[in-house]
């Protein structure tokens, strides 16, 4: 389980590549070396773990309250306790199990001969990035040398500017009044177009679907009509 380090500021990630082993006798022995990599990670991480854990965790958001939601499968063995329990003393969220999807799109393990399908592929994130998880699902018909099938994440980082005691905030306003040029309102449909044909057509929630079509919407207009800062001055006082 090599971690691999992302920086996308004012975040930095640290996502980890992990497999689970299929018996609960050797379960332990994994979430100890997981533990060990976790917090082997650079102080302030986010942690983003992804991976086949070979555990059913249930869906009792009550009891997990936090760590999952209630849209996942019932099923729940020994493998999934030691799974949830680790993620709650570690403050992590199994992002599958929050989003309402139907079959095709929530489990990623089918049998056909024997007819049975899991959940077991989990995207697993640190407290800190669960308000930002647009959607986890599955995604079919991806090209694989697997019989699982893709698990797929959609997060929206926006950036934070902190607040500086004593200063004024900086105000960023869009220059709008661009549009009215053809070449810029041009680039702007382009622009958004581009955005909105990565938007996922089934997202969970009409609040996660609004901050996906919202934040595109923002991104063209910054990008094609550019932007102005009032406020707080660089460096020194305003």
Not at 25 to 48: K, N, Q
Not at 69 to 89: K, Q
Request: a neutral charge.
């Amino acid at each position: 389980m090599d971690p691999l380090l992302i920086w996308s500021a004012p975040w930095c990630l640290t996502v980890v590549s992990a497999y689970g082993p299929n018996g609960s006798v050797e379960y332990p022995t994994f979430l100890e070396t997981l533990r060990g990599v976790l917090e082997g990670a650079p102080t302030g991480d986010s942690i983003v773990v992804l991976g086949d854990f070979n555990a059913h965790v249930g869906n009792n958001s009550d009891t997990w309250s936090g760590v999952i939601g209630r849209n996942g499968p019932p099923n729940l063995n020994s493998s999934g306790v030691l799974l949830l329990d680790f993620c709650a003393s570690h403050s992590l969220s199994i992002t599958n199990t929050v989003f309402k999807h139907k079959g095709a799109h929530q489990y990623m393990w089918y049998q056909d001969t024997l007819g049975q399908r899991s959940m077991i592929n989990f995207v697993v994130m640190s407290s800190d990035l669960r308000p930002h998880v647009l959607d986890t699902r599955v995604k079919r018909g991806a090209e694989r040398s697997t019989d699982h099938h893709l698990v797929v994440s959609w997060i929206c980082l926006q950036r934070r500017m902190p607040d500086r005691l004593g200063r004024p905030k900086r105000i960023v306003r869009v220059c709008w009044e661009h549009l009215a040029d053809p070449s810029v309102r041009g680039v702007f449909n382009s622009h958004l177009q581009e955005s909105f044909n990565q938007i996922p057509r089934e997202i969970g929630d009409i609040e996660s679907e609004w901050t996906m079509f919202s934040s595109s919407i923002a991104d063209a207009a910054i990008w094609s009509c550019r932007h102005k800062v009032s406020g707080a001055g660089r460096g020194g006082n305003p």
